[in-house]
């Protein structure tokens, strides 16, 4: 894409803030984006003994980049790093990208966990899960792309297609007339092209769009919406006629709207900042487009704003770092509860990539690349796609190999959507009794077969979301220290309920199911009595015991003592073998409900040993007094060492 709109995005960017200062040779052909003679000039300069600036240091780097000198590239970029303590991201993917395509591969993986960095966990994410992708691109080549390049491409740059009722529209640096020319790219001013489209998805004889009003400038990147019959692109900022420049001498694009067979006006212009390829979402009324503003991630980052109309109603929302990167993304498109945008970010496959990120409750999945069946290692841009016949039709750019001109208009047809099916588990790890978030728990995610697909912990929040390639079984597992556990199986029609609702996991805590009680830790019970005299289970007592067969559930590890007492009524030895058959009769109960005689180590009676208050024999307290000592306690025997 050298030639075409991502030189106008690198040129206001990242060497527009130099436009005042004074220029050497070398600086002046690395502006007009004359790599090779500017390495040359930089070099002859060192040789001379002349000492770059940090800046010009920079600029060699980027043009070593730019004629695809990876090695000499990622050596600047080092330099650069070891000695400016603060990281530019937009470099860091570049140095990233230059090992990528080098034989120290090895060392991205080397970078991205070096602490220093503080890079997100989302572009970790993200770069964990398309490696992952792009070693099996089986995966997601399985379908059938018919892609033809577009007979009505020109030897100039053809790009940005856009859907217009039955026509393409694209953006070209082809002559109309004596439309200036662009120093720049040494094409005209770029203008935008409308063609019909045939049955076989060429489109006839590339003419003019008649419906924008007329400029001697840049016209590029439309989008028609046709809910509002109106044609958003972007265009060079013009006062008069004229080039307007803002005060450091740049001319930079903004967004406008023009009605079909109506007014035109400016939708978002600074004369300091460029806006690239618009896109109208109809269901939502939101504007996306991408741009480079304070507090992005990286180069140019995608943005959306709220509008009524078409006319814009909110200040700039950033997608994000689940979709922008250290990279440039540009070209956003939503289809079919996907969007579709670009990117030059490290771990593509090289030069710009498309990318789908799943649409879910107003949230956005992990950006997926779309592999070897549309992009290549060169710069793939700007997917549109639509329902055609009984399958799918798209357009595309890209100045791969075999291509025309500098960037080639290619389409495809293909019978089902592009991009692998994913699955997304997402929503909040919380306690059963008080609802409150449980933070760094311990979340894993296996196939069928028992083989781990991702594992996370959960937010400081709770929250928690986990997406993988989809399976029609898998099990979670979620854990904690001090709570219990969770796992349960989700076969294929379970998992397509999940993927429109927030899955919710509930933990007990330990701490809700235990109290001490006598100097020791047992489990929380409502007091119960067996009737006097006898040692039979009743509802009552059934209702408490299930408890405890709750709480082995939960914490299948607990080892447990029952003990059973009596008040001091009745003969000791009487008493003794009432709570030694109370006690057996408990343990019976808890056996046959599915407790394990693993958990259940003793089962004992101590009559009217234990005493707890001053009605021993021959004392006379009233009936409430004397029930007080009439008890059964469940009590956790390996407390101190169960969570070390």
Known sequence: MKNTLSLIIFFFVFIGALAQNKKSKADNYFFQYSYSEAI?????????GILLSPKQNLNLADSYFQERNFEKASEMYLQYFSNDTIVDNFRLNRLLRAFSETSEKGKVKEFLTTKGLNLNSELLENAEFNNDLLATDSNISELDFQIFNLEANSIQSDFSPSFYENELLFTSGRPIGKKTKYEPTGESYLDIFKGEIMPNGQIDAPMPFDKLNNSKYHKATPYFSQKLNSIFYVLSNTLDGDLEYDDNGRNSLAIGLQKINGGFNFLWRDLSTSFYYPFFDANTDRLYFAA?????????????????KGNIMSAPVNLGPRIN???NEIA??????SLYFS????????GMDIYKANISIDELGIPLNLGSSINSVDDDFGFVIRNYNDGLLGYFSSNRNGGKGGDDVYGFMVDEKPGVKTLVLKGRVISNKSGIAISNATLVLKTKNGDVL??????NDGTYRIEVPWQDDVSLEVTKEKYSSYKYNYDSLKLEETQSQELNIELVAYEDIVEEKEGQTVIKLNKFYFQRGQYSVNYE??????????????????QLRI????DSRGGGATNFRLTQRRSDAIKKYLLEKGVSNSNILYSVGYGEDKILNNCTNGVYCIEMLHKRNQRSLVVVLNNNILFD
């Open 40 to 48: 040359e000039a930089y070099e002859n300069d060192i040789s001379k």
């Open 292 to 308: 480079n503003l304070k507090g992005g991630y990286g180069g140019t980052d995608i943005y959306y704003v709220n509008t009524n």
């Open 325 to 327: 990167s250290p990279g």
């Open 332 to 337: 956003p498109f939503i289809f079919e509860n």
């Open 343 to 350: 990117s030059d970010v490290f771990y593509g496959l090289g």
């Open 454 to 459: 991702k594992n996370m912990v959960s937010a």
């Open 541 to 558: 007592i059934a209702t408490e015991l299930d408890k405890v067969v709750e709480a082995i559930q939960l914490f299948p590890q607990l």
């Open 563 to 566: 003990e059973t007492h009596t």
